[in-house]
C-alpha cells in the first residue's frame, strides 16, 4: 500500500513548501503560532519553529485587521495567508475581502494586485450550530476579482493550496471541517492543482453531479448505489467553485444530458443556480430532463443532530434527483 | 523656551507642495464650475498644509494609503499632475485608466498604494504594508491619512492594537477637520480628542496644528523617525478646517457662520505666506513658484482633456491577472 496523508497534513506540508521557498509567504490568524499551539485545527502546526514569529504571526481577534494587514503585505509583494478560524467570520472582514482584496487590481488599472489566501473552515454536521457552520461561497462568487477554491480530498488540498499562494489574485480557500482527517494517496512533494480545472471524480453516462468539498464524497457514494441499479453517473468535483471550469461541465452535461447540482451550502440563490442557468443557456434543447439543485435547508444550521442531518442534503434525495432525472418523461 | 526651527529649504519645500495642491484644487473647482468637468470631487480646501508637511516628512519611497479627500495627500506626495487630473476625469491617461477615479487612487511610483472610499479602511491596509516593511527590512514607513469621522469605525480600534503590539513602521494621521460629512466632530464623538485614544492602545500620540507649518513638520518628521528607528507607530491628530461642503457643490449651511469666520482666520494659506515672509523669502520668489505651478495646472487640465476615455474593453481587464470572457 502506498503511503497515506491526510488532508490537514496535506494543508500543513503546502504552506510550508510555500514557506520555504519564497520568504513573502507569510501567515496570520487567531492562535496560529506555536506559543498558541498551531491553529485550532493545527493547520499551521510546525510552521513557526521553522520560519519564526515574524512569518507565523498570531493576530488578535480582528478579522478586519488580519485581512486588511494581508491585503496590505500582498500590496508590497508579498504572498500572505490569512486564516480566518470559521468561515462565519469572514462576515466581520467583509469590507477588506470584498471592496479592497477584490478590486484593488482593478481600480488600479493593473498597477497593484493582491497575491492573497483566506483559508477558512467550516462545515456542517459537527453541531456548532448557527453561527459557525455555513458554507458562504455563494457571497463571494457574486464578486468579480475573488478566486474561490474547496478541496474534497487531501492530494487536491495539497495541489489546490500550492496552487492558490501561488496565484496573483485573492483566493477564498475553503476547508470542510469533516475532511481534515480523510486520507489520500501521498502525491508527493511539490504537488499542484491548476486552480480553474475540475476533475472528473468519477466518469459515468446517464447523468453528471456537479459538485464539490465534502459532497462530492456524498456523489461518489450515490454513484455507487445507483450503479447496482444500472444508472451511470458521472460525478465532477469543480474543486475551483469561481471562476468554475465551465468547459468541464458542459461536456460532460452534453454527454450525459442530465445534471443535479449539489452543494452543501443553502439552495436558495446559491452557486448552484448558476451553474444550472449557465447550462440551460449553454445546452437548451440538447437536455434529457431540467437540471436540478440539491442544497441545504432555507434556515440556520440546527445544532442538535437530528435536526442538522435534516438540514443537510439528504442522500436518499441526491439519489432520487438523479433517478428523477434519468426516468425524465418530459 | 527656544522657538521651534526649520530648515529654509524644507520651509520652500513645503510651500511649493502646499501650493501645489491649493492650486490644483482651485483649478478643479474652476472646471466643475465652469461645466468642463462633471465628477464627484472632494475638495481639500482648508486641509492643503497638514499633508505639504506631512508628506515633505516622508522619503518619495515611503507609502501612503489615503482616502476619497487624498487629493492634497496625493499631489504632495509627488503623484504627477497630468496623470492625476486625467484620472479624475475618468480618462485613459489617468493614473489607474479611468477605472479608479478620485476616490480610488493609486501611484505606487510615488508611493500611493491605495486611496480608499470606505472610511476608516485604509488602517488595517497600512499595517500591512508596514509589516511587510518591517520584515523585509526595507526602512520604509507607511503614513496613513483619515478624517476624525474614521475613528469611530472598529477598523480603526483594530488596527491601532494590532499596529503597537508589532511595533509596525506606520503613522496614522488624522486630519480633524471638526466635520465627518455633516455631523459635527462634538456630535459624534464624545472625547474632546482623537489622541487620547492613543493611550488607549499603549501608542504613542501627539495633537498638533495643522495650519502651522514648523509644527506640524516637526511633528510629522519625529515620528516617521521613530517609526523608521523601529520604535513603534504613532497616532498625530493634526487640528484643521473643511472650508467647504462635504464634497464641491454640496450645502454647508449646518456649519455655524461663526464658527467658518473663525476658521477664515485660521486658513493656512495666508499664515503659511506670512510664515515665508517672516523667513525672508520675498513676495517674488513666492509668487514665481505659484506661477509657474499655475501652468502645470493647464498643462495638467489640458492633458486630461485631450486625453481618451477608456474603452468598454477595460472592463474585461484587471479583474484577475488573465483578461476575463467578454
Ligand atoms: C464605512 C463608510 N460609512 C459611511 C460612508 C459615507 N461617508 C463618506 S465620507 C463620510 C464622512 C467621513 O468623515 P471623516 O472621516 O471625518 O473624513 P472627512 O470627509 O472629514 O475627510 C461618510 C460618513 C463611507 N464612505 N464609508
Known sequence: MSAQITMTQAINRAIDEAMAEDEGVILLGEDVAAKQGGGVFKISAGLTEKYGEHRVRATPISEQAIVGACVGAALAGFRPIAEIMLMNFVTVAMDQIVNHAAKLRFMSGGQTNVPLVIRTTTGVGVGFGGQHSDMLEAWFAHVAGLKIVTPSNAADAQGLMRAAIACNDPVIFIENILCYGLKSDDPGPGHFVPLGKAAIAREGSDCSIVTYGRTVLDALEIAGKLADEGISVEVIDLRTIAPYDEATVTASVEKTGRAVVLHEAVKQYGTGAEIASRLNEKLFGKLKAPVTRIGGAFSAVPMANALEQAWIPNKDAIADAVRTAVNWKG | ?326
Open chain 2, 1 to 326: 523656551m527656544t522657538k521651534a526651527t526649520i530648515d529654509r529649504d524644507k520651509l520652500r519645500d513645503i510651500y511649493t507642495r502646499t501650493m501645489r495642491v491649493a492650486r490644483a484644487d482651485e483649478k478643479f473647482r474652476s472646471l466643475l464650475m465652469t461645466g468642463k468637468l462633471a465628477v464627484i470631487y472632494y475638495t481639500v480646501r482648508g486641509q492643503e498644509l497638514v499633508s505639504a508637511a506631512a508628506m515633505a516628512a516622508l522619503e518619495p519611497s515611503d507609502y501612503l494609503v489615503t482616502t476619497y479627500r487624498g487629493q492634497h495627500d496625493q499631489i504632495a506626495k509627488g503623484v504627477p499632475l497630468n496623470p492625476l487630473f486625467a484620472e479624475i476625469a475618468g480618462k485613459v491617461g489617468g493614473t489607474c485608466r479611468g477605472k479608479g477615479g478620485s476616490m480610488h487612487i493609486t501611484h505606487p511610483e510615488t508611493g500611493v498604494m491605495v486611496t480608499t472610499g470606505v472610511v476608516g479602511s485604509g488602517l488595517p491596509i497600512a499595517n500591512g504594508l508596514a509589516l511587510a516593511s518591517q520584515n523585509r527590512g526595507d526602512g520604509k514607513v507607511t503614513m496613513v491619512c483619515f478624517g476624525d469621522g474614521a475613528t469611530n469605525i472598529g477598523a480603526f480600534h483594530e488596527a491601532m492594537n494590532m499596529a503597537q503590539l508589532w511595533k509596525l513602521p506606520v503613522i496614522f494621521l488624522c486630519q480633524n477637520n471638526r466635520y465627518g460629512e455633516h455631523t459635527a466632530f462634538a456630535d459624534h464623538t464624545k472625547v474632546d480628542s482623537i489622541v487620547t485614544r492613543a493611550k488607549a492602545y499603549g501608542m504613542a500620540g501627539v495633537h498638533v496644528d495643522g495650519n502651522d507649518a514648523i509644527a506640524m513638520y516637526n511633528t510629522t518628521k519625529a515620528a516617521v523617525d521613530r517609526a523608521r528607528a523601529g520604535e513603534g507607530p504613532t497616532l498625530v491628530e493634526a487640528m484643521c478646517y473643511r472650508m467647504l461642503g462635504h464634497f464641491f457643490g454640496a450645502d454647508f449651511s449646518y456649519m455655524p457662520k461663526e464658527h467658518l469666520a473663525e476658521m477664515a482666520a485660521e486658513d493656512p494659506l495666508p499664515r503659511l505666506r506670512q510664515l515665508m515672509l517672516d523667513h525672508q523669502f520675498t513676495e517674488a520668489e513666492l509668487d514665481a513658484i505659484v506661477a509657474d505651478l499655475d501652468a502645470q495646472m493647464d498643462a495638467a487640465a489640458e492633458f486630461a482633456a485631450n486625453s481618451p476615455l477608456p474603452g468598454p474593453e477595460e472592463i474585461r481587464k484587471d479583474v484577475f491577472e488573465e483578461e476575463i470572457a467578454a
